[in-house]
């Protein structure tokens, strides 16, 4: 037969060590470490002031908030137009934000757009978006061409195809 174990002797082995914790978070070892709030420089730009119905982002590209303002700048537009409906909580429109602000700057005869699909769902319902991101492109308020997906050599060709 085993002899019995008593667990007072566990306990006081692991208050022991409990007791040890503190020592070893203020041993010399670690107070050499960098401290994890050391202070940091930031460098910030000055936030431009907004209208109600559209704002600005990166580049030229200006975000829709209103379905007027969709129906005044994209289907009421005599230049080409490039609509990015895109959502706050999806990873592919933001890593492909990068290159339409980029396409934006290099291509100043396309109207570049963002809507946000969760805010004007029945502008995005209209136009058909059943995936993040799509983008729409627009001549003379006629939709011509639909890119689904974070594809930039797709989008790219037809901003080439949108300008011909």
């Given at each position: 037969m085993q002899a019995f174990k008593s667990p007072t002797f566990r306990?006081?082995?692991?208050?022991?060590?409990?007791?040890?914790t503190p020592l070893l978070v203020r041993s010399p070892l670690t107070s050499r470490l960098p401290s994890v709030h050391a202070p940091r420089a930031f460098s910030s730009t000055p936030v431009p002031h907004f209208s109600r119905s559209s704002f600005k982002m990166g580049g030229n590209v200006v975000e829709i908030t209103?379905?007027?303002?969709?129906?005044?700048?994209?289907?009421?537009?005599?230049?080409?137009?490039?609509?990015?409906?895109?959502?706050?909580?999806?990873?592919?429109?933001?890593?492909i934000s990068p290159a339409i602000e980029k396409l934006s700057v290099?291509?100043?005869?396309?109207?570049?757009?963002?809507?946000?699909?969760?805010?004007?769902?029945?502008v995005a319902a209209s136009n058909e978006i059943s995936a993040?991101?799509?983008?729409?492109?627009?001549?003379?308020?006629?939709?011509?061409?639909?890119?689904?997906?974070?594809?930039?050599?797709?989008?790219n060709a037809a901003v080439q195809k949108l300008l011909a």
């Amino acid at each position: 037969m085993q002899a019995f174990k008593s667990p007072t002797f566990r306990l006081a082995r692991f208050s022991r060590l409990a007791r040890a914790t503190p020592l070893l978070v203020r041993s010399p070892l670690t107070s050499r470490l960098p401290s994890v709030h050391a202070p940091r420089a930031f460098s910030s730009t000055p936030v431009p002031h907004f209208s109600r119905s559209s704002f600005k982002m990166g580049g030229n590209v200006v975000e829709i908030t209103t379905k007027e303002d969709f129906e005044s700048k994209v289907i009421g537009a005599s230049e080409p137009v490039l609509v990015d409906f895109f959502a706050e909580w999806c990873g592919p429109c933001k890593a492909i934000s990068p290159a339409i602000e980029k396409l934006s700057v290099e291509h100043t005869g396309v109207k570049f757009y963002k809507v946000d699909v969760d805010k004007l769902g029945e502008v995005a319902a209209s136009n058909e978006i059943s995936a993040m991101p799509t983008f729409l492109f627009f001549k003379d308020g006629k939709k011509v061409d639909m890119v689904r997906g974070a594809n930039p050599p797709a989008i790219n060709a037809a901003v080439q195809k949108l300008l011909a």
